[in-house]
């Protein structure tokens, strides 16, 4: 199985917000084969809101200095490729994400933008796990308390998980899949 844990900064809440951060990493049956952080600086007339900024710790100006979002997607699907047969309909990664309505929509967003709609070349949309569901469900069920809120810093402290740097893309992954492995040890119960 193939599993890329994905998390995105952004500038913003909106479908013209733009992705300035993509980290994650791969794992291929159970091995973590590699680690990315991919970061860009906003598209052209992009939505930029400085409670974002604020909440995302980047100042506009850093970002500017950023690579382009042309290049950083291809500094993505060079990564994906490595993993990934983007012509056979049956090796694609599943993503694996802490929101993952939020990360796929800006992840889509930003394929769009840049006229490449061949996202579905590396994910497969008809499989997903989004870890804020499934600690919904859990405390639905009543094996996970409810906690004031489901936020990844939140469950970070309940799972006693380490997060060091809330809303850096990379150190919030690193948290996620500490997070998600803790829940599938509670579904395997």
Known sequence: M?????????????????????????????EIVEWFNVRCRPHLGAEISQSALDTIGFQIEDLNKEQSPEDALKELETIF??????????????????????????????????????????????????????VKTLQVIEVLPILENNKLETLCKHFDVSLENAHDALEDIKATIIVYKKITELLKK
Request: hydrophobic share 40%.
């Open 81 to 134: 490729l490595k993993y990934v047969d983007k012509y056979d309909k049956n090796d694609k990664f599943i993503m694996v994400c802490h929101n993952y309505p939020f990360d796929f929509r800006m992840l889509f967003n930003f394929y769009n933008r840049l006229n490449n709609k061949f996202l579905g070349s590396f994910i497969n949309y008809k499989l997903n796990v989004c870890t804020l569901n499934l």
């Open 2 to 30: 193939k599993l890329l844990y994905l998390d995105t900064e952004t500038t913003g809440l909106t479908d013209n917000s733009a992705i300035v951060q993509i980290a994650g990493a791969i794992e291929i049956d159970g």
